[in-house]
């Protein structure tokens, strides 16, 4: 015969299972969604990405080690990279994967591009400035250069002075076409300038002698000397910044869905150290084309990446 107390502890055991039970089942990791389940109240880009299944990149085709064309014509870079971290980042946010289409855009049209919707994200090398912000939105800054002027060695060109009467090269569309009018008119020093639509018909202006300078961002004047490393030292970079030209990732205004996931996605990436691999990558080992830019990241953008890792994007 079970005596009372013996009922008692079976209960209390029956009640110790259940509760484990319970522990159990809550431990366990959630369901995955199914990709046909969409999160609640997705709205603008989110919302459209995750109805189509694709996202639309904006790349450029020389903008040396940002955004550029291998030799298998494929998009590659440290902006590029950057934008594929921010793509599973968004996948997340929809719960879709999704399939990536690459559309080639031009300083000129890039910011028409992204205004106007067939570019989601626009991964080059792209100055995030007041006057752009009125028409687009930027992620955090991942990188800082300025305008400079590119010239033949031997040329009697060393600073923006020593442009007076040249014929000058510079990309249409960009801060540089900008800095160099405002320049010119400032100092009244009749530059002649000479309006390209990309970087690399503005190097060739100056490699075939039809410009006595180009004049865009140092640093996509370094990679283009890089790529042409045959030239051997035959250019030089010259003179002091003519602007400051911070880049972001460009991306649809007012869309404060997407906006949060790019700032988190930057604080995470810099966080967890990956801008400065990719920055490694791209700036201090050997491109794909066999040659490297050496350049060390500046104290600037380390400053810039530490307080992004903080939580306060720039």
């Not at 079976?10 to 009640?15: C, E, R, T």
């Not at 999704?98 to 559309?103: D, E, F, G, K």
């Not at 992620?139 to 400079?148: E, Y």
Request: charged share 20%; proline share 5%; hydrophobic share 40%.
């Amino acid at each position: 015969m079970k005596t009372p107390r013996f009922w008692s502890m079976l209960a209390i055991a029956g009640l110790l299972i259940a509760c484990s039970a319970v522990r159990a089942d809550d431990a366990q990791p959630s369901r995955p969604v199914p990709d046909n389940v969409a999160p609640a109240a997705l709205t603008g880009t989110l919302s459209k990405v995750r109805a189509s299944g694709t996202i639309a990149l904006g790349y450029r085709e020389a903008s040396v080690p940002f955004s550029y064309l291998n030799a298998r014509n494929v998009p590659i870079g440290y902006s590029i990279e950057l934008c594929k971290a921010l793509v599973s980042a968004i996948e997340d946010a929809v719960n879709r994967t999704l399939t990536i289409q690459w559309v080639p855009v031009t300083p000129d049209n890039r910011i028409d591009a992204v205004v106007g919707g067939r570019v989601d994200l626009e991964c080059g090398s792209t100055t995030s400035n007041l006057e752009r912000q009125k028409r687009v939105a930027f992620s955090p800054i991942f990188f800082v250069a300025g305008t400079k002027v590119m010239v033949k060695k031997g040329s009697p060109i060393g600073s923006f002075r020593d442009l007076a009467g040249r014929k000058v090269a510079v990309t249409a569309g960009t801060t540089n076409e900008k800095a160099l009018r405002d320049l010119d008119r400032k100092f009244r020093l009749g530059i002649r300038l000479q309006v390209v639509p990309d970087h690399a018909q503005g190097f060739a202006q100056v490699a075939d002698g039809q410009a006595d300078a180009f004049a865009t961002d140092d640093v996509l004047l370094y990679g283009l000397i890089a790529e042409h490393a045959g030239a051997g030292g035959e250019y030089r970079v010259v003179g002091d910044y003519l602007s400051y030209d911070p880049y972001g990732i460009m991306f649809r205004k007012d869309d404060p869905q997407l906006a949060q996931v790019v700032k988190d996605a930057f604080q995470e990436l810099a966080a967890d150290g990956e801008i400065d691999r990719q920055y490694k990558r791209w700036f201090l080992r050997r491109l794909p084309s066999g040659t490297s830019l050496n350049l060390p990241m500046s104290a600037q953008l380390e400053t810039i990446i530490q307080t992004m890792a903080g939580g306060e994007a720039q």
